[in-house]
């Protein structure tokens, strides 16, 4: 059975970090990539860091650039994703998804918010909640 679990969420103040953790099973996870996505109340879900599996290339949205950092234990079959400085704006539901991505598509393109209905498999989300 394919499944992938979050895990790590919490509630924190701003400045605190958390690490969230994806764990799949049921698949070899060393040929999928894999993105982390996040939804808040009332917004639409968006990208917010993706890997690669064929180069272990990475993306990060503006909004989190230098502050998260994805990183995946094909070993392991997890994937990380370090939040530091975490800020109340950071404050979602946040899932982890899979797919056999083609060699030619980035890990930009992997999270860009079209890509999300190719994804095959996805987490049942761990909630964020960052407050003062």
């Known amino acids: 059975q394919v499944q992938l679990v979050e895990s790590g969420g919490g509630e924190v103040q701003p400045g605190e970090s958390l690490t969230l953790i994806c764990k799949s099973s049921g698949f070899t996870q060393d040929y999928y990539a894999i993105g982390w996505f996040r939804q808040a109340p009332g917004k639409e879900r968006e990208g917010v860091s993706c890997?690669?599996?064929?180069?272990?290339?990475?993306y990060y949205s503006d909004s989190v650039k230098g502050r998260f950092a994805i990183s995946r234990d094909n070993t392991k079959s997890v994937i990380y994703l370090r939040m530091n400085d975490l800020k109340p704006e950071d404050t979602a539901n946040y899932y982890c998804?899979?797919?056999?991505?083609?060699?030619?598509?980035?890990?930009?393109?992997?999270?860009?918010?079209?890509?999300?209905?190719?994804?095959?498999?996805w987490g049942q989300g761990t909630q964020v909640t960052v407050s003062p």
């Open positions: 998804a899979a797919d056999r991505f083609g060699p030619l598509i980035t890990a930009q393109s992997m999270c860009a918010p079209g890509a999300q209905a190719e994804y095959d498999y």
């Open positions: 890997i690669s599996s064929r180069d272990g290339s990475t």
